[in-house]
């Protein structure tokens, strides 16, 4: 069985580098989801994709943010000109919609970035 | 604004000793309120799904309840194996789940 699986796993880079985080979803979960979390806090909400189709970014993401799902299938996060601020657990998720209406949200381990 | 918010913090107990977690929430036209867990390091796992107050689901020593306000996750008698975060999430319509930030749980041997 291969759940969701994140790519990788820790991260450090200095303060104005990019970073691309990967995932990878079960295979049959047309929904892909990132997430953040910080120390403490619960995980915040980023974007979702439906197969390719990115269907909403939370308002709060910066514009150094980027996601993409090409052919509805792996997905990336690139975060562009770091800052120390976006030190943080990133979480990537799947589901089968129209199941997720259950909110059932499978989630991988995380890829933990630190920004020096 | 949809807001969930957990008590307490944290919380140890004793091997045994039963007790709740609480989840508040403020959300328009609920469609459903999730329970997780999280390991330290670890994404977090889906435990249960509630849609209407009054509603129960139970799983090995956990108990979920749901009223119009608030959800209670029932801990009876746990063990240390049980320690953990646990997170309360709602969803209004089709939007994207909103987390609460947990409640850290120890239960001490």
């Known amino acids: 069985d291969t759940g969701v699986s994140q790519d990788p796993r820790h991260k450090i880079t200095k303060r104005g580098q990019n970073v691309t985080f990967r995932c990878d979803p079960i295979s049959e979960h047309n929904r892909l989801y990132w997430y953040r979390q910080t120390l403490g806090q619960g995980p915040e909400f980023l974007t979702y994709?439906?197969?390719?189709?990115?269907?909403?970014k939370s308002r709060l993401l910066s514009d150094r943010f980027s996601a993409e799902r090409p052919k509805g299938s792996f997905s990336t996060l690139e975060i562009q000109r770091t800052e120390q601020g976006d030190s943080a657990m990133y979480l990537c998720a799947s589901s089968l919609a129209p199941r997720t209406v259950t909110g059932e949200l499978f989630f991988g381990e995380g890829s933990r970035l630190t920004v020096l | 604004e949809d807001q969930v918010t957990q008590s307490p913090e944290a919380l140890r107990l004793q091997e045994g000793e039963s007790s709740s977690l609480n989840c508040s929430y403020t959300v328009s036209g609920l469609r459903g309120l999730f329970w997780y867990r999280q390991d330290p390091g670890k994404g977090p796992e889906f435990l249960f799904t509630l849609y209407s107050a009054g509603e129960e689901k139970e799983k090995e020593r956990l108990k979920a309840t749901l009223t119009k306000k608030e959800s209670f996750l029932h801990i009876t008698a746990p063990k240390p194996e049980d320690s953990a975060t646990y997170l309360c999430?709602?969803?209004?319509?089709?939007?994207?789940?909103?987390f609460g930030k947990g409640t850290r749980l120890s239960v001490i041997a």
């Open positions: 994709f439906q197969n390719e189709a990115q269907l909403e």
């Open positions: 999430a709602v969803q209004a319509g089709n939007t994207p789940l909103v």
